[in-house]
């Protein structure tokens, strides 16, 4: 199995069940008379990211990741959604760029070096590690605590949201 066949199509499930629960939060917004800032802005913990910080850290490690894995420049978008249509569309836009990576671009990948920056360091891996032990991990990471924001904030979502199913 390529690793194209396995990271792009779990980044697009998770980036479309993200969609989904942003999407009910959105309406739970609008039912209760709730200000959209109230969630967007809202955090598990002071030093945590805010809910449209972790969609957007979510998107961002999946684009990253593919990019890495193809070998190709490695896509910035700037973080500047405020409300819950402008993640809608940057979810949107990244699954868009995801679904543009073929199975050849992935060839080789595993064993390829991989250079991330994390800070004032350097993080070095070969492909399979990148993906197993950092690029997965990180996305769901965000993508959970994204979905644990909303969950702890009221809005009515299961673990079949959290899978897209």
Known sequence: MSLHAVVVPAFLQTLKALSGVLAKAEAHCEAKKIAPEALLTARLFPDMYPLTRQVQAACDGAAKCCARLAGVDVPVYPDEEKSFAELQKRIETVSNYLKGFTEQQF?????????????????????AQFLASFALPNFYFHATTAYDILRHNGIEIGKRDFLGM
């Open 107 to 127: 060839e080789g990948a595993a064993t390829k070096d991989i250079s991330v920056p994390a800070g004032p360091r350097t993080l070095n891996f070969n492909g």
